[in-house]
């Protein structure tokens, strides 16, 4: 990555991956079939593609997340998710039913060092050369979600938007308004924080103002023909419809858009007041 980035962009892509390793294999109960059927269901599908920009940082991995979900605690008294079966090791599926046997505690630590701490490493390396780069690192928590609730998931009888943008402390007001109006402008509807809400960062930058962040979730049914879990044999994957290179060209419209303003308020940040760089009104 470093330094051919042309944009001061990280983005993390945690869901995209569908391989379960040889390795890990025998702790999973179903048949392959089966398996698949439940990969399928959670695979944030073709989001690297979908947010795949030429020139920004992307932290990725070919490993699906009922392997090891990389955006959940590792301890599991903190993940709200590892009632239900699916903390940081899931154990049950999105029906509710058991797909891992219990594993021990050897098997659990060597799951984390070899897919969970190696992700984590990358992404705050990744986050930490924008910064060494541009001086500033606009984080992206990129993900797609079904248009149904799964078993687990209550949204109380409100109909799932096409945008979900997820906020944390890093996020600011402008971030969020600009994101927002620029999908709505594109004809598309918005919501903040439904059906899900937050955005994972690295620790150490947590209220760090050079790195605003933001969660951006897609609605599958933007871009993926509906299909059963049935449907899907084992290594069928869903068909796009015409629609999503549409849908990518103004994911990474909006996204040079952000970069742009993100650019834009630091340096008007960085001249300070002194210099006339209080900020005032948009960039945009």
């Not at 695979?43 to 090891?68: H, Q």
């Not at 891992?100 to 992404?123: I, K, M, V």
């Not at 209550?154 to 109909?159: A, I, K, S």
């Not at 909006?254 to 970069?259: K, Q, S």
Request: aromatic share 10%; charged share 25%; hydrophobic share 35%.
């Amino acid at each position: 990555m470093y330094p051919e980035t042309i944009l001061p962009i990280a983005a993390h892509i945690p869901h995209a991956g569908t391989v379960v390793p040889d390795a890990a294999r025998d702790q999973f109960m179903p048949r392959p079939e089966e398996l698949w059927r439940e990969i399928a269901r959670v695979t944030d599908w073709y989001t690297d593609e979908l947010f795949g920009f030429p020139g920004i940082a992307t932290t990725e991995t070919p490993i699906s997340r009922v392997v090891v979900d990389l955006e959940r605690y590792t301890d599991d008294s903190k993940e709200e998710k590892a009632a239900y079966g699916q903390g940081v090791i899931y154990t049950h599926d999105t029906r509710g039913e058991q797909i891992r046997r219990a594993l021990s505690a050897q098997e659990r630590r060597l799951l984390l060092d070899n897919y969970y701490r190696p992700w984590h490493l990358q992404l705050e390396l990744n986050v930490e050369q924008q910064l060494a780069r541009w001086g500033l690192c606009l984080l992206l928590d990129c993900h797609s979600f079904p248009d149904e609730p799964f078993a687990h998931e209550d949204d109380h009888g409100r109909p799932r938007p096409d945008i979900c943008l997820g906020s944390c402390d890093n996020t600011p007001r402008w971030l969020l308004d600009s994101c927002s109006d620029l999908f709505q402008q594109r004809g598309y509807s918005v919501a903040l924080d439904f059906p899900y809400s937050g955005c994972l960062l690295p620790a150490r930058y947590h209220r760090d103002a050079r790195v605003p962040a933001l969660m951006i979730e897609i609605n599958r049914r933007l871009y993926l023909k509906p299909a059963s879990r049935d449907a899907y044999r084992l290594g069928n994957v869903p068909t796009r419809l015409d629609s999503f290179d549409r849908l990518k060209n103004d994911i990474w419209s909006i996204i040079l858009r952000l970069a742009q303003e993100a650019e834009c308020r630091a340096k008007a940040d960085r001249a300070g007041p002194a210099a006339g760089g209080v900020f005032v009104g948009s960039c945009m």
